[in-house]
């Protein structure tokens, strides 16, 4: 097991220009997942994180009852204003909720250098559903995850139901799963991560990582706790941390899982339904300990 203490990336100094990322997502009135997951992770983590939000949802513990959607122009609006004047050295995608944002954002990134085959790194986590099955990507807007998203991915990372939806793998084993990798960067990755923390046949959570050359089989232990809302959004975010921080993709993955890990085991409970993953954890810890 990987020693908490350790997770740790460069710190400014005080006074000096941290790191910056950019997160293009959605807000989670629940305060557990989307641009509230990320940015938590990105402070705990010593960076300035910058945001264009795609949608407003109307959640709480027990599901999502609504959301209202930024216009397009204004979601690439918000990333040309920070990338020209704030800068980034790497970015994510959560929720982007229909076709048009993924084309407003796709353009926006191709002109400010976001992207695989461009100088920052662009995470993509292919955000499909909420964990309670609310839908937060329009059905029609699967072919331009497809066809327009997952080409600009310096690394994929869908969960199970997501590499489902995109690429009609159904993931119950190590060969489903490898599948699933290949089809994802047959659409254009660069990396795929396959995670496997919904296969629930182990004690632990084997996801695997590929560029189709190597294959990462990345095990954390298995955090069996029912409050694990936004455990996807703060894993794309720590691997996003990781990258602009120059690390290797395999190396900012398994960073990131460890990561991740830690948080599931300071989740905590909230409201009536699923509590959030604790992306402050090492905050918590160490006032606590
Ligand atoms: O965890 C995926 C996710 C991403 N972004 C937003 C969400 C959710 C899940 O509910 O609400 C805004």
Redesign the pocket.
């Known amino acids: 097991m990987t020693d908490p203490r350790t997770l740790r990336l460069p710190a400014p100094a005080r006074g000096e220009t941290p790191a910056r990322v950019l997160t293009i997502?959605?807000?989670?009135s629940g305060g557990g997942?989307?641009?509230q997951a990320d940015m938590r992770t990105f402070a705990t983590l010593g960076l300035h994180a910058c945001v264009a939000v795609t949608?407003v949802?109307v959640?709480n513990s027990v599901g999502?009852s609504g959301f209202s959607e930024i216009a397009p122009d204004v979601v690439a609006a918000q990333i040309r204003s920070v990338v020209g004047d704030i800068g980034v050295s790497a970015a994510k995608t959560?929720?982007l909720a229909s076709t048009a944002i993924i084309e407003a954002v796709a353009a926006a990134a191709d002109e400010v250098g976001i992207g695989r085959d461009h100088a920052v790194p662009l995470v993509v986590d292919p955000?499909a559903a909420?964990?309670h099955g609310d839908p937060?990507l329009a059905a029609d807007a699967l072919d331009a995850v497809r066809t327009v998203l997952i080409p600009r991915a310096t690394v994929v990372t869908p969960n199970l139901d997501e590499v489902r939806l995109i690429t009609g793998v159904q993931v119950t084993d190590a060969e489903s799963q490898r599948s699933a990798a290949h089809a994802l960067l047959e659409l254009g990755a660069r990396w795929a991560l396959v995670k496997g923390g919904h296969l629930r046949t182990s004690q632990f959570s084997p996801d695997l990582l590929s560029d189709g050359h190597e294959y990462v089989e990345l095990s954390a232990e298995r955090i069996d706790t029912p409050h694990d809302?936004?455990a996807?959004?703060t894993l794309a975010a720590a691997i996003t941390a990781a990258l602009s921080h120059g690390m290797t993709v395999p190396d900012a993955v398994a960073f990131a899982k460890a990561w991740v890990t830690e948080g599931l085991r300071w989740a905590y409970p909230l409201g009536a339904g699923h509590g959030p993953v604790n992306p402050l954890w090492r905050v918590w810890a160490d006032r606590i300990s």
């Open positions: 997502a959605g807000s989670d997942a989307g641009i949608a949802t959640q999502v959560g929720m955000v909420s964990m937060l809302h936004g996807g959004d």
